[in-house]
């Protein structure tokens, strides 16, 4: 499958506790995208990479969350001090930068904060 | 500030019926479109694009949308609607000038009666 994965599909934690999770893109796209889905709303933009390099965070990137693309490949993103108002599906995407741009959608994490 | 807005929050229509689902869009560029499909518990996939030209644009499982500039709309639409058409459909737009991120509608949830 080459495909983009995230890992993993699901995690329950409780309030206060630190997550991490794992975005595999397509292997030859240089850019990576982190979204967020709450329940009945689309997705929203939280940030993304062009290869190692982070070029926009959004505002609803608190100073909680953090998120990496060490080598240009893979990315995680952190979220310290889990809310319940974490509680979301955490979306990545992968493209190829360029004029026009189609990403592609892993199948989510799923995050519940107790 | 952009956004994208699609003002039917479900629509239930029989099998065989057509479909058309509403978006409509306020942007400070000019826009790439996007429709994308989430079943549930999964992740999203492009149903179709326009980036220039034709304004109506032919996608995967039969679906069509046409970009009207002058209404600041991309509606979706299939002749002829299958149960397996049931699912959430957002709208969506992107421009390279703000570094292709895309920007979600709330999205439609589809029913189909049989």
């Known amino acids: 499958d080459t495909g983009v994965s995230q890992d993993p599909r699901h995690k329950i934690t409780k309030r206060g506790q630190n997550v991490t999770f794992r975005c595999d893109p397509i292997s030859e796209h240089n850019r990576l995208y982190w979204y967020r889905q709450t329940l009945g709303q689309g997705p929203e933009f939280l940030t993304y990479f062009q290869n190692e390099a982070q070029l926009e965070k959004s505002r609803l990137l608190s100073d909680r969350f953090s998120a990496e693309r060490p080598k240009g490949s893979f990315s995680t993103l952190e979220i310290q001090r889990t809310e319940q108002g974490d509680s979301a599906m955490y979306l990545c995407?992968?493209?190829?930068?360029?004029?026009?741009?189609?990403?592609?959608f892993g199948p989510g994490t799923r995050l519940t904060v107790l | 500030a952009q956004s994208v807005t699609q003002p039917d929050i479900h629509i239930t229509v029989s099998e065989g019926a057509s479909l058309e689902l509403r978006c409509n869009y306020s942007y400070g560029a000019t826009p790439y479109l996007f429709w994308y499909v989430q079943s549930p518990g999964q992740g999203l996939q492009l149903l179709l694009k326009?980036?220039?030209?034709?304004?109506l644009v032919q996608g995967i499982k039969g679906f069509e949308a046409e970009f009207k500039r002058s209404q600041s709309s991309f509606n979706l639409r299939k002749p002829s609607v299958h149960w397996s058409d049931a699912a959430e459909y957002f709208c969506a737009v992107a421009a390279r000038e703000y570094g292709n991120k895309l920007v979600f509608g709330a999205g439609t949830i589809l029913r189909v009666k049989s």
């Open positions: 326009y980036f220039s030209g034709d304004t």
């Open positions: 995407a992968s493209s190829l930068a360029g004029v026009r741009n189609e990403q592609f």
